[in-house]
């Protein structure tokens, strides 16, 4: 799917931990329009937001704070915990998210090169088939531990919970043509980045069809 601009739409996905999001902030310094996908669901989970009164029926007053807003870490414990629940979770959010990503891949603004849809769950929600190229944004599982422990302030094994409540890289690379392993450096990171770049612009036709690249 592109905007109305005519501008190619990237997917980016992976793992929690992988770095995705660190993969569009670079991507957005190329000349990229970034769409956080969790923002989006953040807001929806917001007590204005859309998904707040289904989500707080569904798991109960005790996911909520002293405000009455969701509590994000204690629905986290409660979701990533029991496959079950997570799919109910996502079964609410999800329909929400994608409807307002496609708004925003819409009204565009003028002005960039092309969009970016940064979305861990980009292939579980079939956001896929809005792109035009899907990057796999990869690492070891220990350097995704290690990650998700700093920036969520949770121990290893909730961590690791994390990691398993998701689809494997395996499952995920069938749906992407740009690999990218991302446990090494932010300068061999940024180095990669601007080959897939390359690579893409070098086509001719767009950017259908092309060959997985691993980098």
């Given amino acids: 799917m592109k905007s109305t601009s005519g501008l190619p739409t990237i997917g980016v996905t992976g793992i ?17 329009f970034i769409i956080h996908v969790d923002k989006l669901a953040h807001e929806a989970m917001a ?8 989500i707080v029926s569904t798991f109960g007053s005790e996911i909520l704070n002293e405000k009455g807003e969701i509590n994000r ?13 997570l799919a109910k979770l996502e079964k609410i959010i999800h ?6 990503t496609r708004e925003i891949v819409e009204i565009m603004p003028p002005g960039y090169t ?8 980009l ?6 088939t809005m792109c035009d190229s899907v990057w796999l944004v990869t690492a070891t599982d220990d350097v995704r531990i290690a990650r998700v422990t700093a920036r969520d302030s949770i121990d290893e ?20 043509n740009i690999i990218i392993e991302n446990s090494g450096s932010a300068i061999a990171l940024r180095s990669k980045i601007e080959i897939a770049l390359k690579a893409l612009s070098l086509r001719r036709n767009g950017w259908e069809g092309l060959e997985v690249l691993e980098l």
């Fill in 16 to 32: 929690t931990g992988s770095g995705t999001s660190t993969v569009a902030t670079i991507l957005a310094e190329r000349g990229g």
């Fill in 47 to 54: 007590k204005s937001g859309a998904s707040y009164a289904e």
């Fill in 73 to 85: 870490r204690v629905l986290g414990a409660k979701v990533f915990a029991n496959k079950e629940e």
């Fill in 95 to 100: 329909p929400r998210v994608i409807d307002r």
């Fill in 114 to 121: 092309f969009a970016v849809i940064d979305a861990p769950l």
């Fill in 123 to 128: 292939v579980e929600s079939n956001m896929h």
């Fill in 157 to 176: 094994n909730a961590a690791k919970r994390r990691l398993q409540a998701r689809a494997g890289d395996s499952a995920l690379r069938e749906h992407a």
